[in-house]
């Protein structure tokens, strides 16, 4: 059994991967504080307990992590638990894979596993937009060239810096509502932030698509990609689990 961990700003993702299947995932929120490695032994523990699993049965462990100041402790975590080293995910962990930014080492390794999963999964030449604590945008060649990327504050952060920052708005759920022209305070927000990014996630891929000159896949994956509705149908693909999957491809190899 492989397990696989992406390690984001918000939340830690553990998917069991066995058999070309994904047999359990979950969801954790990102801990910080000096009780990160307890917490997480806990909730490992409990999990692989829960559903029948023995820890000597995960023989491949595979993180990326765009959290840096946890990773030392997160190791020693998985080492305690598991009994052995994960291989963590760097820029340049991918066979075959080019990278063409100023610095390949920025680039955050959720990206890099997006562009992985959507050559090596769906064979094309894609855009992949991730729902996630930002919104990204990874363009990549079907021959494993990632050309850029695009990030925009995700859905999540842009709602949280009107309530944050604002004296008389209210915390509001990322929905779409029904209609562009607000009623209330709640339906105004939503409607501003909801429908004004599916304007920009169009426009974005738009442009990559006319600098990149030929067709592609459009993905989406990321924790709120169902979120816009009149999106669903713009993209090729909805895959949750590509993340995830990238990483664990880059895993194998090792």
């Known amino acids: 059994m492989h397990l696989v961990i992406d390690i984001g700003n918000s939340n830690v993702v553990f998917g069991i991967h066995h058999d070309d299947v994904w047999i359990h995932s979950w969801r954790l929120a990102t801990i910080k504080t000096y009780e990160m490695k307890m917490y997480y032994q806990k909730r490992l523990i409990h999990f692989t307990l829960e559903n029948k699993i023995t820890l000597s049965e995960i023989d491949k462990i595979t993180i990326s992590s765009v959290v840096p100041q946890i990773n030392t402790d997160f190791i020693e975590l998985i080492e305690e638990v598991f009994g052995k080293t994960p291989h963590v995910v760097a820029y340049d962990s991918m066979q075959g894979l080019s990278i063409k930014i100023d610095n390949p080492s920025e680039m955050g390794t959720d990206l890099i596993a997006n562009a992985v999963a959507a050559v090596q999964l769906y064979?094309?030449?894609?855009?992949?937009?991730?729902?996630?604590?930002?919104?990204?945008?990874?363009?990549v060649?079907?021959?494993?060239?990632?050309?850029?990327?695009?990030?925009?504050?995700?859905?999540?952060?842009?709602?949280?810096?009107?309530?944050?920052?604002?004296?008389?708005?209210?915390?509001?759920?990322?929905?779409?509502p029904d209609t562009a022209i607000g009623k209330n305070t709640t339906h105004a927000i939503q409607s501003g932030i909801c429908w004004g990014y599916t304007g920009l996630i169009k426009a974005v891929v738009d442009r990559m698509k006319a600098e990149m000159d030929h067709d592609c896949q459009l993905i989406a994956t990321g924790g709120l990609s169902s979120v816009l509705g009149p999106l669903h149908d713009y993209f090729d693909v909805m895959d949750k689990d590509l993340t995830l999957m990238g990483i664990k491809i880059i895993g194998d190899q090792v």
């Not at 494993?144 to 009107?162: C, D, E, N, Q, R």
Request: glycine share 8%.
């Open 123 to 139: 064979h094309d030449h894609a855009i992949v937009v991730d729902f996630g604590t930002a919104l990204t945008f990874t363009a």
């Open 141 to 176: 060649a079907k021959d494993m060239t990632i050309y850029g990327v695009a990030i925009a504050p995700g859905l999540y952060t842009a709602l949280k810096s009107l309530y944050g920052d604002t004296a008389q708005l209210p915390e509001v759920a990322p929905k779409l």
